[in-house]
């Protein structure tokens, strides 16, 4: 946790794409090197901004998937991003940039939506779709601190192929004290039903308010909403719920 990032004035820095990883059929990773990172917290975000050739430019925000890195890989930052329909960014982030490509960015961003490696209580982390991305950056900090807080996780997505970091959650729910729970929206693996986050799957997969976890829910705003009505119904104090909003 070296290099924590501290709040200060935030300059843009010229970044360089240094490699690429298809996550899923729209949502790919970004390794990136970042000459001078300042390092981050897990769950803070950044802003990407792209500009044209002919000086157009825009500016979106992306949370940090990867946990803060030691030497000598302290300048490199992972991003994940979902190609949105329509989209101005994500399309060309997510399924055009390639190796060398060089954008700007500013960050790290957020002190709210923050886990803190040592804040021992048990950590309950709620997804939707690229909602994972800042919950990621939370989970593989927990694994680099070693930390033995358990961790229960609710991922609702639409199909098995839209999970992103399928395979990592997978390994990681083997080897570490994490719990995983899907919610499939529209198709479930092995005639499993489908559905949203409801009362009956919080109260079978999410820790109890007696436990007093850390809660982070991330994910669109409607699954947010749902997120924390569906915690609050039972029971949990809204003080002990962060969110992230990413529409
Ligand atoms: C804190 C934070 C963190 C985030 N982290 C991530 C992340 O880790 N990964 C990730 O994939 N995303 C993340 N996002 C979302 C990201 O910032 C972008 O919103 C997303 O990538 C879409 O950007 P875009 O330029 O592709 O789409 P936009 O061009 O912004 O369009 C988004 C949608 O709005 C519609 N739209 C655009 N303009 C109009 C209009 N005038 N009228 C009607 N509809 C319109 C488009 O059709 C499209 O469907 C995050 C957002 C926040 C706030």
């Not at 994490?178 to 479930?188: E, V």
Request: include cysteine.
């Amino acid at each position: 946790m070296a290099r924590a990032a501290v709040p200060g004035r935030l300059t843009w820095r010229a970044v360089t794409i240094a490699a690429t990883r298809r996550e899923t059929a729209s949502a790919t990773t970004l390794v990136l090197d970042v000459p001078g990172w300042p390092g981050h917290l897990p769950g803070q975000h950044l802003v990407a901004r792209l500009t044209a050739a002919d000086g157009y430019s825009s500016q979106r925000d992306y949370s940090i998937a990867s946990a803060p890195a030691s030497a000598p890989d302290r300048d490199r930052v992972e991003l994940t991003v979902q190609a949105t329909d329509d989209g101005e960014v994500s399309p060309y982030l997510s399924g055009v940039a390639e190796p060398g490509d060089q954008f700007d960015l500013r960050g790290p961003i957020g002190g709210w939506f923050v886990w803190h490696p040592d804040d021992t209580r048990p950590l309950l982390l709620l997804a939707g779709g690229s909602g994972i991305v800042p919950l990621m950056a939370m989970l593989r900090t927990h694994d680099q601190v070693k930390s033995e807080v358990p961790v229960r996780l609710i991922y609702s997505a639409r199909t098995p192929a839209d999970v992103i970091y399928a395979v990592e959650l997978s390994e990681r729910s083997r080897f570490s004290p994490l719990t995983l729970t899907y919610a499939f929206t529209r198709a479930a693996p092995d005639g499993a039903k489908t559905g949203r986050i409801n009362a009956a799957m919080f109260a079978a997969a999410a820790f109890p308010p007696e436990a007093d976890p850390a809660i982070f829910a991330c994910g669109p705003a409607g699954f947010v909403e749902a997120a924390s009505s569906l915690l609050v119904a039972a029971g949990h104090p809204a003080g002990n719920i962060r969110t992230e909003r990413f529409g």
